[in-house]
């Protein structure tokens, strides 16, 4: 999917972040994977990274989402769309959206609730897909919310990818802008060759929850780390040679990037091998940890928070996730 | 959500469909079930429905989406857009999208895939989010996809909504309109408060297939049909008054009325309650049951090869899910 280098004149109003109490240290998980003192966090870059204890989905969502609206100085009846937007659900159906809606107490009937899903770039879709409606008048604030448990699929017999992963949630009202925040240029693509790299094969129909030869290690996550890495090699470089071409712009145009908290090898290949300065991008993996789509919003709201994002920056968000699918969007903050 | 009632010139160039061979009889349920001769076709109103074999969720996808691309003259190399639209999934991820690209050998990285899940309305959402891609000039043409294999979550010790539903997948593709296809007034509304009224609460984070608490019926289709039915005689009559005052219609307007093939109570209900005439309205319930976020499509395709919906026809296409989710759209086929 590719569009022409138009804008559209919308902003991201309110950001709100929610992180479970727990912290997990990189010490606790050599521990617990008989590792030596020190293997977690060097291999996978991150020295901390939240779980839930008791913290539900919609819950998570439900927090992330007042503090975005708080934030926004929208009021609950004016929203007009809840999109959850993530990788994990709360449970099959009804939709995620629907539970926010009823945990934050946003009026019955006010929205229409339903649940986007592109892997690790479900925020960054969705914030698409929001921006569509709120650029042609059809909503007049869209809350995007992404409430990642990723803790309760991991795989201790692959410790280093049940390590790299964090639950969190994220959420952003999206509405007209009347100053210069807009977004511009979006490029995104999926290369189903890598469909089997990184998997949660169970929870659906494949491997049913109830089917007998449905077996544990299905109902978590598995990364081939290596072959992900090596196939964004391939496929990465020609993506953002692309959308700098349709964005107008080069990669030191942007104040900021924020990319997809993948793993560290993927982070450093943000610099080494995607032409960005170390100073421009954005990270928080070795703080969080992979939170799967909620991750480049997150990393997003910890930069404005921090004040290292300030309004009206051109910020580049950018990322891989599971698919193989690549995602670009060129967002004055 | 709510919009002016301006028109997106886009048109459903093309639908597919694909029913799983096996044909399951109400009599064959009436002995699995241990009741008498009858009792299933009577109580549910569906004669027979089609369940799955081996056929699986992204090639039933797959199937379809060939024979809508083919309908509509659309080369895969064009399709810049792929949305799943279901409840269920093939897995957790990565999303069932990628495997409809993967399956269908659309070219890599031609298009962006990604699942839209509202429930039974996931299809009608999907629509509406691909024609604002279309209408806006960013997509040429999106493959808007629904492939729904409920036959795996039935619960035996709940007939009467286990008898109700059956497996189907339908495709569209949605391209620029230069005929008079269009779609005009749509409205969406989430009602909350009837989040636990239709649901399969296993699957996700809330009773993750892993945990040892979760239990078999938890990954199972649960309906509270009368509690639904009683709901929706409460909001649906003013939900159809507001979406005839925005599309400035009547309900003897249309050509053709597609509702979601909910139940025999619910289909009673659209002549019945909700002002439509028998003749206006498309049900297929009795030889395909409810087939969840497909049936909406599917009954739309079937009148369309049975020739009782034409092209320059004023179609609504209506329906509740679960959530309670509401939505209605008003389209010139």
Redesign the interface.
């Known amino acids: 999917?590719?569009?022409?280098n138009r804008f559209r004149a919308v902003r991201i109003a309110g950001l709100g972040t929610f992180l479970p109490e727990r912290r997990v240290s990189s010490e606790e998980l050599d521990a617990a994977f008989g590792r030596e003192p020190g293997w977690t966090a060097r291999t996978t870059g991150v020295v901390e990274r939240r779980y839930v204890r008791r913290e539900?989905?919609e819950q998570m969502a439900a927090c992330a989402g007042r503090h975005a609206l708080q934030s926004a100085g929208v009021a609950p009846e004016d929203v007009?769309?809840?999109i959850a937007a993530a990788?994990?659900?709360?449970?099959?159906?009804?939709?995620?959206?629907?539970?926010v809606?009823?945990e934050l107490g946003?009026p019955?009937?006010?929205?229409?609730?339903?649940?986007?899903?592109?892997?690790c770039l479900?925020w960054l879709?969705a914030l698409d897909?929001a921006a569509?409606?709120v650029?042609?008048?059809?909503?007049r604030a869209v809350l995007v919310v992404t409430s990642e448990?990723a803790s309760?699929?991991l795989n201790p017999r692959e410790p280093e990818s049940a390590a790299l992963f964090g639950d969190a949630a994220v959420a952003a009202v999206v509405t007209p802008s009347t100053t210069g925040s807009r977004i511009g240029h979006v490029l995104?693509?999926?290369?189903?060759?890598g469909?089997d790299l990184?998997?949660?094969?169970?929870?659906?129909?494949?491997?049913?929850?109830?089917?007998p030869e449905?077996r544990?290690e299905m109902?978590?996550?598995r990364m081939q780390g290596r072959a992900i890495f090596k196939m964004a090699r391939r496929?990465v470089p020609p993506?953002i040679e692309r959308f700098m071409e349709g964005a107008g712009a080069r990669c030191d145009t942007f104040d900021a990037v924020v990319p997809h908290q993948a793993s560290k090898m993927g982070l450093d290949a943000v610099t080494e091998r995607w032409g960005f300065r170390p100073e421009q991008v954005i990270t928080n993996l070795a703080t969080r940890g992979n939170c799967i789509a909620a991750s480049i919003p997150l990393a997003f709201a910890e930069a404005v928070g921090a004040g290292r994002i300030n309004r009206g920056d051109r910020v580049l968000l950018i990322g891989t996730?599971?698919?193989l699918?690549?995602?670009a969007m060129d967002l004055w903050f």
């Open positions: 999917m590719d569009n022409t539900t989905t007009d769309m809840v990788a994990s659900s709360r449970q099959s159906v009804p939709c995620t959206a629907v539970f809606q009823r946003l019955e009937g006010g929205s229409i609730c339903f649940d986007v899903d592109a892997t479900s879709v897909i569509n409606y650029a042609a008048g059809r909503a448990i309760c699929s995104f693509e999926t290369h189903s060759s469909a990184a998997e949660f094969s169970g929870a659906g129909t494949r491997h049913h929850p109830n089917d449905t544990p109902n978590m996550f496929v993506f996730g599971a698919g699918t690549l995602g």
